[in-house]
């Protein structure tokens, strides 16, 4: 699909935080588009400034309506708000895009608001660098605080909050999910740990359970991770969030601690990058994928050894020196 517009035309589009333009450079993100990539280079400079926090835990804790509270908050304070729902794919849930459209539909019409829901299916390069790249782009287009809410689960999902400046985990009490069994990942990456819909019952015990785990867990960088009640359908104990995640970030900011998070954090995109460049490289194209089931046929008959096909897929892919290493 060629551009929409001249890439110059497309980034300042962007830039200025015109809907259409950063739709259209989603989707090129999405599919994995050769301009996609030319237009986050141009983009870049202007990124860095945003806030992004991931918001994430199990189904229905209420996500989707919290997130839907924080941004409205953010905007009463003048501060613009992307946000990327990462959907999960489960049948079940098929009907959460729509309902998350339909939660959100009283930003509509608000310039300063954008949301768009990413489908976690068949992604080219990975979910986690898709999702990366999304809020590049909204960083760009000058949203001050990025919400990226995603289901709590699989590899996936980690590496896609890791992604964030600040981590909420929800819960909820009295759905059989206590703290025993949420998974420990989670655990050790909350910053913040929210108790949504604290009207139910249980919400005493979890967080009391919660106070007494997280007082076996050592202080990340100074920093004791802290619990906020929440009724996100009542719109009650968003602005205490609100006030937890600011509180968070001047923590970072002040110690310092942030810039060595940020290094961190690009040490291990560059890293991504050039393994998906490699791939590309040496698996590339139509031809690639069939040299590749064809080394595969001839190791596991046992008519090549798995070293010397990885050798012949380098130097094919031209990494010249690869194959005297070997
Ligand atoms: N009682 C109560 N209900 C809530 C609260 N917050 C959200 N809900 C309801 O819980 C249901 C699920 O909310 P969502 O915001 O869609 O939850 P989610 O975590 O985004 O769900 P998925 O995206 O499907 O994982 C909705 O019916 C909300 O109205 C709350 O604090 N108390
Ligand atoms: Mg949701």
Redesign the pocket.
Known sequence: MPPPVEIDTWVAKVCAGDVRAISQAITAIENHQAQAEELLRQVFPRTGKAYLTGIT?A???????LVDRLSAYYRAHQEQVGVIAVDPTSPY?GG?IL??RI?MQGHAGDSGMFIRSMATRGFLGGLARATAEVALLLDAAGKHQVLI?T?GVGQDEVDIVRLADCVVVMLVPGLGDDIQNMKAGLMEIGDIFVI??S??EGADRLDHELHAMLSLVMPRDGWQPQVVR?????NKGIDVLAAKIAGFRAHFESSGERRRKHVEHWKQRLLELLESRLLQRALGGAEGEARLARLAAEVADRRKDPFTAVSEILASGGFASATKEN
């Open positions: 835990g189904p229905g804790t209420g996500k989707s309506t849930t959460a309902g998350d939660r809410e289901v949504n819909k009207d139910r929440t009724i996100a359908s009542e």
